[in-house]
């Protein structure tokens, strides 16, 4: 059997055709484009973008992201947690926020300087 999907690594959008027995993938214009077609299958993850709180900045809120992919079951359960953070300013890009979520090995962090 085949499910098709699309590529969403980079912006080119692949179309993939993935066999569900041999998880050979076909339509990938990249390597990486295979390997998000098994993982899609097997095992899928995201990337998690959102804001937090944060108190003495220019703004109320400031982005953060995980600086990899988690399992996508637990993308719920991570904007529930995000709902909790509350910052202070200064906080630079790149600053953890949430170390080892989960116990992912993925952080969460900060994306811009405020």
């Known amino acids: 059997m085949e499910r098709n999907m699309i590529c969403i690594v980079c912006p080119l959008g692949c179309?993939?055709?993935?066999?569900?027995?041999?998880?050979?993938?076909?339509?990938?214009?990249c390597p990486r484009g295979e390997k998000y077609g098994k993982e899609e299958l097997t095992a899928p993850k995201?990337?998690?973008?959102?804001?937090?709180?944060?108190?003495?900045g220019i703004h109320n809120r400031v982005p953060v992201k995980t600086n990899d992919s988690i399992p996508k079951e637990l993308n719920?359960?991570?904007?529930?947690?995000?709902?909790?953070?509350?910052?202070?300013?200064?906080v630079k890009k790149g600053d953890v926020v949430i170390k080892n979520i989960f116990d992912t090995g993925v952080d969460v962090v900060v994306t811009r300087d405020m």
């Not at 719920?76 to 200064?90: A, G, N, Q, R, Y």
């Open 76 to 90: 719920f359960k991570c904007m529930e947690l995000l709902k909790e953070v509350e910052l202070k300013s200064p």
């Open 15 to 29: 179309h993939l055709t993935v066999n569900t027995d041999t998880l050979e993938v076909t339509g990938n214009s």
């Open 46 to 56: 995201r990337v998690i973008t959102s804001t937090v709180k944060i108190t003495g």
